[in-house]
């Protein structure tokens, strides 16, 4: 299925999940342990509710324009505070048509102790991504299906799960776009490498 989240970006559904998600990680970061986010299907990172893609659909209207248009007030706003700060965040610095996916929020929810692992199989969506985050090294941005990534990353402290046996177990196209770690000697392309890494 070639599907391109940038038509669906800041609908009812996404502000629903992405409403859910801030709480979440808020409450996981109250502990001082670090913790990894894994995002199976983790699309472009940031869209722009401006471009031709969201325009075709209109669906951030019915979802993060009726916040826009009407910011809610009193419990609502309370619940939905972290959501709506990482939102105002990223319009403040980048850009007021900007609207953050899965892998944006949680990188502005996060700690430095933390660390991001973001699976996306289409090339275009998949290098996008890597170049958004390319400045954050707790970041890996890993070709690979969404499915597949769960058996080999989850759960983080199981044995062997992110090791290069259970990575090459799991699916032959697990490629990740070039390890920030010095020492680890993996590449971008260089598949041998690259399993050896574990993430991040």
């Not at 990353?153 to 032959?172: F, K």
Request: proline share 6%; glycine share 12%; with cysteine.
């Amino acid at each position: 299925m070639n599907y391109r989240h940038a038509f669906h970006a800041g609908n009812f559904a996404d502000v629903f999940k992405h409403a859910l998600l801030a709480r979440i990680l808020v409450h996981l970061t109250k502990k001082d342990a670090p913790l990894r986010y894994l995002d199976t299907h983790a699309g472009v990172g940031v869209y722009d509710l401006s471009g031709d893609a969201a325009g075709r659909t209109g669906e951030a209207a019915g979802g993060v324009g009726r916040l826009d248009a009407e910011p809610p007030t009193g419990e609502a706003a309370a619940l939905l505070a972290p959501y709506l700060d990482a939102v105002a965040r990223l319009r403040a610095a980048q850009g007021a048509s900007l609207y953050p996916g899965s892998p944006a929020l949680a990188q502005a929810l996060t700690r430095p102790q933390d660390r991001l692992t973001l699976c996306e199989l289409h090339p275009q969506d998949r290098a996008a991504l890597a170049a958004a985050t390319e400045r954050d090294a707790r970041v890996g941005v890993v070709e690979i299906d969404g499915y597949t990534a769960l058996g080999a990353y989850v759960p983080p402290g199981r044995s062997g799960a992110g090791s290069s046996s259970s990575i090459r177990r799991s699916s032959r196209r697990a490629n990740w776009s070039g390890c920030r770690r010095r020492s680890c000697g993996r590449t971008a392309n260089g598949r041998p490498a690259a399993m050896r890494c574990g993430g991040r």
